[in-house]
């Protein structure tokens, strides 16, 4: 039984083009923006037009459109939200339209552009704490994320070629032990970046 080596050679080109995927960025998102972070607005930078990310805390459909409450988070190189604990402060983003809730669930991740048109205080359970207010141009609703397993170094538990060679292979009393040595190996987790599930423009 021998192992083909197109198909291994197949198999890693398959990950590495899985794991290089949704390398583009959103066109609607890209552009220079106003470099001031959710927690520095301030009533002179009103009107700026601000690039923001984050993940869903919750949303409420109103007559006129949809509120955000997004916990920001930095942006990497790809527009998206960065997975880390470190965040710029919250925000409130609202953008016209119905918005149905299963689907910008509370977690999900998004990129924003808009302009920061105010400030609203608000409780945060017994804080008061300033919520810049963005109108939304431009969301981006990312698809969740996902985790794959990459195997390096591993062979079949069958391919030891000594395993399928002499005259008593596979015949009791004589066969040899049934699982051959695995050769050192190791895995790995990796996360695919998501592709954008949902791209909204100004309306």
């Not at 804080?127 to 810049?132: A, T």
Request: aromatic share 14%.
């Amino acid at each position: 039984m021998k192992r083909n080596p197109y198909m291994r050679l197949l198999t890693i080109t398959i990950v590495i083009l899985a794991l290089s995927a949704c390398t583009t960025i959103p066109e609607q998102i890209q552009g220079e923006f106003t470099e001031i972070s959710p927690a520095r607005v301030e009533p002179g930078v009103f009107g700026s037009n601000v690039r923001w990310g984050g993940v869903i805390l919750d949303s409420r459909n109103r007559d006129n459109g949809t509120c955000f409450e997004i916990l920001s988070r930095n942006l990497d190189k790809y527009l998206r939200p960065r997975v880390e604990d470190q965040t710029a402060g919250r925000y409130i983003a609202c953008k016209p339209g119905f918005h149905d809730p299963a689907v910008f669930a509370k977690g999900r991740e998004v990129t924003m552009t808009g302009s920061v048109q105010a400030i609203e205080t608000r409780k945060l359970d017994d804080f008061d704490y300033r919520y810049p207010i963005m109108k939304v141009d431009n969301l981006v609703l990312w698809q969740k994320r996902r985790n794959i397993v990459v195997y390096r170094g591993f062979n079949d538990p069958f391919y030891d070629p000594w395993y399928w060679r002499g005259p008593y292979w596979g015949h009791f009393p004589y066969h040899r032990r049934p699982f051959p040595m695995y050769s050192s190996g190791y895995a790995e987790t990796r996360q695919l970046l998501p592709d954008p599930a949902i791209i909204e423009t100004r309306e």
